[in-house]
Nanobody
Framework: VQLQAFGGGLVQAGGYLRVSCVAS????????MGWFRQGPGKEREFVAA????????HVVDFLKDRFTISRDNAKNTVYLQMHSLKPEDTAAYYC???????????????WGQGTEVTVSS
C-alpha cells in the first residue's frame, strides 16, 4: 500500500495551490481520506477529510473559507485545493486513509510521505 502526495511548492501569499494524493494497493472508495499538516516547530494538525462518497466532507473551521477537499475514486486520488494562501499555511501536508472516523491521527491506517508547501510573504 502506498499513498503518494505531490503538488506542493513555493507560492506567494494570496496564491493558489492544489495538492494531490494518489493511492496504490488499496481502493480509496473503502476509506475516509484526509489531510493533515505540520508546520515548522508545530504539531501535526487536522486539515480536512472526506468520506468515500464525498457526501461527508469536512474542513477544519479556521480553513474552511479557503480550503476544499475533493476526491476522485475512479482515479484513486484525493485533492486539497488551497486558495488565498498565507505564510502560516507553510507546512508539510500529509494525506492519510482511515477505515472510519477521520478526524484524528489515530483513525488513520495509511499515510503518505508528505508534500511541502511554502508560502512567501
Amino acid at each position: 500500500v502506498q499513498l503518494q502526495a505531490f503538488g506542493g511548492g513555493l507560492v506567494q501569499a494570496g496564491g493558489y495551490l492544489r495538492v494531490s494524493c494518489v493511492a496504490s494497493g488499496i481502493s480509496l472508495s473503502d476509506y475516509v481520506m484526509g489531510w493533515f499538516r505540520q508546520g515548522p516547530g508545530k504539531e501535526r494538525e487536522f486539515v480536512a477529510a472526506a468520506s468515500w462518497s464525498a457526501s461527508a466532507a469536512h474542513v477544519v473551521d479556521f480553513l474552511k473559507d479557503r480550503f476544499t477537499i475533493s476526491r476522485d475514486n475512479a482515479k484513486n486520488t484525493v485533492y486539497l485545493q488551497m486558495h488565498s494562501l498565507k505564510p502560516e499555511d507553510t507546512a508539510a501536508y500529509y494525506c492519510g486513509a482511515a477505515a472510519s472516523g477521520g478526524w484524528v491521527e489515530d483513525d488513520y491506517k495509511y499515510w503518505g510521505q508528505g508534500t511541502e508547501v511554502t508560502v512567501s510573504s
